[in-house]
């Protein structure tokens, strides 16, 4: 009986993930990079659906982010294979991802980043919409052999200028 209990479903409710995990560990063991950030970055907008689809559009062309997803029925918008320029809306690259760093200085700066930058949109039953953002990103190194991708985090700058600037064109839209 004892067994049986021990087997069946727990209501123990599970705890967080712990605030550091590691994401990428290289060929020897060592531990390339840890986040403490959450993937998803969640917003509501008292807007409907197809009004913060069109500002969320925009909001995008902002960060010069082109769509490979653009699909107004599943609300889903962005692109996965975004190889980031050096400097996105003026600021440099490192104020928007964080692929951790040597001695020298960030690793962001020492090769070329790819981001999955995607939204969905939901719409909500009170007629306001959802809109979870998923931005993470890989770097490869340019000196040396094609070693092993680094993964980084987004530091949530570009999240917030997607939040920022959708609410700010929906508060200017009649």
């Not at 700066?109 to 953002?133: C, W």
């Amino acid at each position: 009986m004892l067994l049986a209990s021990a087997c069946g479903p727990s209501n123990i409710p599970t705890p967080d993930p712990t605030p550091d995990r590691v994401l990428v560990v290289n060929t020897d063991g060592n531990v390339m990079r840890q986040s403490t950030g959450d993937e998803l970055s969640r917003v509501k907008f008292f807007a409907p659906m197809d009004k913060v689809w069109h500002a969320l559009v925009a909001s995008y062309a902002d960060l010069g982010i082109d769509p490979a997803i653009s699909d107004p029925a599943t609300g889903r918008y962005g692109n996965a294979a975004f190889v980031v320029p050096r400097r996105v809306m003026g600021r440099p690259i490192a104020q928007f991802f964080d692929c951790g760093s040597t001695l020298t200085g960030p690793m962001v700066d020492a090769g070329r980043v790819t981001a999955v930058v995607i939204t969905t949109l939901s719409l909500l039953p009170d007629g306001t919409t959802s809109a979870s953002t998923r931005v993470t990103g890989t770097l490869r190194r340019n000196a040396g052999s094609s070693g092993d991708p680094i993964v980084c985090s987004s530091t949530g700058a570009i999240e917030e200028h997607l939040r920022t600037a959708t609410e700010k064109r929906l508060a200017d839209t009649p």
